[in-house]
């Protein structure tokens, strides 16, 4: 079991900033992936981005070069530095962790931090 806290979110005008953080309760060694989805109302939740145990990043292609998303080991947290935020971004932001093990898949879900991006 994984458990999963966000923070960070918040409301901010277009083109601000915002930094979320997730606090994963297990070493980040231990997943093989993690993520930030995000859901708006009325819409599916989508990935945002996301990065593996070996390092790769992937990106949504609307966040690509606005959005970066890091990790501290040390503090088992993974973040997503939003910048020149965009109306559009307004959703629910969820923090994912992926651990595949005994040839079994299990997601964990974080309980979400509202952005909002409005002036």
């Known amino acids: 079991q994984v458990q999963l806290v966000e923070s960070g979110g918040g409301l901010v005008q277009p083109g601000g900033s915002l930094r979320l953080s997730c606090i994963t309760s297990?070493?980040?060694?231990?997943?093989?992936?993690m993520g930030w989805y995000r859901q708006a109302p009325g819409k599916q939740r989508e990935l945002v981005a996301l990065?593996?145990?070996?390092?790769?990043?992937n990106y949504e292609d609307s966040v690509k070069g606005r959005f970066t998303i890091s990790t501290n080991n040390a503090k088992n947290t993974v973040y997503l530095q939003m910048n020149s935020l965009k109306p559009e971004d307004t959703a629910v932001y969820y923090c994912?962790?992926?651990?595949?093990?005994?040839?079994?898949?299990?997601?964990?879900w974080g309980q979400g931090t509202q952005v909002t991006v409005s002036s």
């Open positions: 994912n962790a992926r651990v595949i093990a005994g040839g079994n898949e299990y997601n964990y």
């Open positions: 297990r070493s980040l060694f231990s997943m093989n992936r």
């Open positions: 990065i593996t145990s070996g390092g790769s990043i």
